[in-house]
């Protein structure tokens, strides 16, 4: 089976630019379109005031949208990196699971591929990871990666 579209979900962590990479690579493999999603959630509005009080004029650095654009900016370096040609970069704001699910139904993903972070640990099992998340909600298929070690 070719993939026509692959979403991978990333924070801006390392672990997860893991993730955008091999899906990146399997983008490139296939042809398909590559869309990099992001899910953000807003500041508290006493977080937000102390976080311009020290940064000044860079303040808009952690408002709204600009920290999920900015990982998005960094992930598709890793993407291009990677092979990936065709990238579509969405941050959205909600919660991690329900925007990657939304947004490979909205770009109609044939794969959705996100970091084994917290899979194996006792918060994961407890509350639930975003990789497990996905999995038991996507339409689509979904590839977990290996890309912290134990899960963590």
């Known amino acids: 089976m070719a993939y026509r579209t692959v979403l991978v979900g990333t924070d801006g962590s390392a672990s997860s630019f893991r993730a955008v990479s091999a899906a990146a690579s399997l983008a490139a493999a296939t042809g ?28 808009y650095k952690v408002s709204g949208s600009t920290p999920a654009e900015d990982a998005l900016r960094a992930a598709r370096e890793h993407a291009v990196a990677a092979g990936a040609v065709e990238v579509v970069l969405a ?5 991690a699971v329900e925007v990657l699910v939304g947004l490979a139904e909205r770009h109609g993903a044939d794969l959705i591929v996100v ?17 497990s998340g996905v999995t038991h909600r996507a339409s689509c298929d979904v590839l977990v990666v290996h890309t912290t070690a134990g899960g963590r």
């Open 91 to 95: 941050a959205e704001r909600g919660e």
């Open 115 to 131: 970091g084994n972070r917290g899979l194996n640990s006792l918060a994961g099992r407890l509350l639930g990871s975003v990789p």
């Open 32 to 59: 398909a379109t590559l869309v990099l999603a992001c899910a953000y959630l807003p500041m508290r509005e006493s977080t937000r005031v102390a976080a311009a009080d020290r940064l000044g004029e860079l303040a």
